[in-house]
């Protein structure tokens, strides 16, 4: 028998979509990805039923994404190649702009991916919100994690506010060195010394010891000093509150205020106060000097694990900072809504009185592991969680020590695909590493089958011609969102898309390779990818057995149409080409 996990589908590069290339396959390997569109994808289809129709946006990249999702998880057992552009060009439809064909960054289409798909979600969300049951629950958007940053002046030790940003992508800066752990970026990415920092409690402890040489004060000169004075006392004053005008203009005046020694160097500590569920992470590797850029080979050993520690105290602070939003927002909408109701009554006061009227392995399943093995290492694992105890901040199980401290919760992460480059800063290719399903044996039937979430909408999605009536839908159509909602959104758009300038003013491609890109494999493996689907698992009470090369072979290399099995260690090994790292919640 053919063993189901030597192949899966690749994408064709017609010239350089490798950038495409590998962030779809990365995408195609996440389990979390998966249970979400499935989630979405429902309840969108059951707001549909539930709700006028016409005030159910439109999911259009979300069930692009569970078209081709669906054709690169396919189990097959020959060499199978499709086009990227199907979905590519359901982006261009959305924005009503073409991508170009040239060279192009992989974080630059993921970032456009994700933006886009938030959109959708939230306008989804909003609709939602209105008709729920109090039982029903709107899945949280996988990429989507929360930043906190605050500062602490080196000088007078006072703190800044404490500032909270969305975050989908974690990127990281790598230093000109020739090799760093990963958990070493991580921790320099969550600390940093700014110089040169205007501290507002040293400019006020300034004045203050100023002043007490001085006998000279005018009345409006001593209320300052009060306050100032006042402030100082009672420790509420942050380094960079925002102050009244005047008193703000009086300390920014006063003589000697802006002497370089009074300067101060800061502390920045920055770390992921809500942890998501699906982790990707960027190394930025361009290296820029005057006109000259080029690409930074340092090395950047990574392991198949990683833990993140949540502070406790700080988690609690953002809830607390949060549900002041919500009170202080729904204090808005509740004033809004009765002034609403009075100019309402009074309107009904002047009917009634007018009278108007109312309205590479073998091709063999010969080497099998017991599930016991299994076993063996999610009980090794257990250990290892036991061990991962470093202190505050993303790091890697490869160095951590028994060392937990109270107060923090820990989030374990592992490793699902990596995107590697190699070349240039102008020129290069990209290929993904892609985690393969763990499939078994059945011990009863002899079938096979995965471990792992299956898409159940992407049949609906094919059946009903969803994908066509998208890219030929006319341009005024509701694409991403209402264009109420498109006005609203134009300027955080426009600046988003400016980070993206580069994907698009290009031509689309006119032509494709002969043959339809889109066809299975073979018309003999249906059947068995159905079985391979739906395995029991050995409910029978009988063991069923991991396929061998599941284990000794866990990645694809994908080099868009070329599939090569690897091994896990050989992954971890290629420190110098990873550019980018997806991992994914361990619940």
Not at 80 to 87: E, K, L, N, T, Y
Not at 530 to 535: E, K, T
Request: glycine share 4%; with cysteine.
């Amino acid at each position: 028998t053919k063993r189901p996990d030597r192949y899966t589908t690749g994408l064709i590069n017609m010239t350089t979509d490798c950038f495409a290339n590998s962030t779809m396959q990365a995408l195609s390997s996440l389990p979390e990805l998966n249970k979400y569109l499935n989630c979405i994808v429902r309840i969108h289809s059951n707001l549909k039923k539930t709700t006028n129709d016409k005030v159910v946006p439109k999911l259009v990249l979300h069930l692009a994404l569970v078209d081709l999702m669906s054709k690169l998880q396919e189990i097959i057992f020959s060499n199978r190649v499709i086009s990227v552009w199907d979905f590519l060009h359901v982006l261009e439809k959305i924005y009503n702009s073409r991508i170009s064909r040239n060279q192009h960054d992989a974080h630059e289409l993921l970032q456009l991916i994700l933006e886009t798909l938030l959109i959708e979600y939230n306008n989804l969300k909003k609709v939602f919100e209105k008709g729920k049951d109090e039982d029903d629950i709107f899945p949280d958007f996988p990429f989507s994690s929360e930043l906190y940053s605050g500062l602490r002046c080196m000088r007078c030790g006072k703190k800044s506010s404490i500032n909270y940003n969305p975050m989908m992508i974690l990127s990281l800066a790598v230093p000109q060195e020739i090799s760093i752990d990963l958990e070493s970026l991580l921790k320099r990415s969550e600390s940093e010394t700014i110089d040169d920092y205007s501290c507002l409690r040293c400019m006020i402890n300034f004045i203050l010891n100023d002043v007490k040489k001085r006998s000279d004060f005018s009345a409006e000169e001593l209320k300052y000093l009060e306050e100032l004075k006042d402030g100082s006392e009672k420790d509420e004053l942050l380094i960079n509150d925002d102050l009244d005008s005047k008193l703000e203009k009086y300390i920014k005046s006063y003589p000697g205020i802006k002497d370089p020694s009074l300067k101060s160097a800061v502390h920045k500590q920055t770390s992921i106060i809500i942890p998501p569920r699906i982790l990707p992470i960027h190394l930025s590797r361009s290296i820029f000097l005057d006109t000259h850029a080029w690409r930074n080979s340092c090395n950047v050993n990574f392991g198949e694990y990683l833990t993140l520690k949540v502070d406790s105290k700080e988690l609690e602070a953002y809830k607390r900072h949060e549900e002041e939003k919500a009170s202080d927002k729904n204090e808005k909408d509740t004033k809004a809504s009765d002034e609403f109701n009075e100019d309402a009554n009074s309107d009904d006061d002047e009917v009634v009185l007018s009278n108007s009227s109312d309205e590479n392995d073998p091709d063999d399943d010969s080497l099998e592991v017991d599930d016991d093995d299994e076993n063996e290492e999610e009980e090794e694992e257990e250990d290892d969680d036991d061990e991962d105890k470093a202190a505050g901040g993303l790091t890697s199980t490869s160095t951590l020590v028994n060392d937990e401290k109270p107060g923090f919760k820990t989030y374990r992460y592992k490793l699902k695909a990596v995107i590697r480059h190699q070349g240039s800063h102008q020129l290069g290719h990209y290929e993904c590493y892609k985690r393969k399903p763990v499939f078994y044996k059945n011990a009863i039937t002899g079938e096979f089958y995965k471990k792992f979430p299956e898409l159940t909408d992407s049949r609906l999605v094919r059946q009903e011609g969803i994908l066509s009536a998208i890219t030929n839908n006319n341009a005024n159509g509701n694409k991403v969102e209402t264009a109420k909602t498109r006005r609203r959104a134009s300027s955080n758009f426009s600046r988003f898309r400016s980070r993206v300038s580069s994907l698009v003013g290009g031509s689309r491609p006119t032509t494709l390779p002969n043959g339809d890109l889109n066809e299975s494999a073979t018309s003999n493996s249906s059947t068995t990818i159905s079985s391979l689907n739906n395995g029991s698992g050995g409910k029978s009470g009988v063991k069923d057995k991991k396929l061998a090369s599941s284990v000794k072979h866990p990645f694809w290399r994908i080099s868009d149409s070329k599939i090569t099995e690897f091994a896990g260690l050989d992954v971890l090994a290629d420190s110098k080409a990873v550019y980018m790292i997806f991992y994914e919640l361990v619940d």
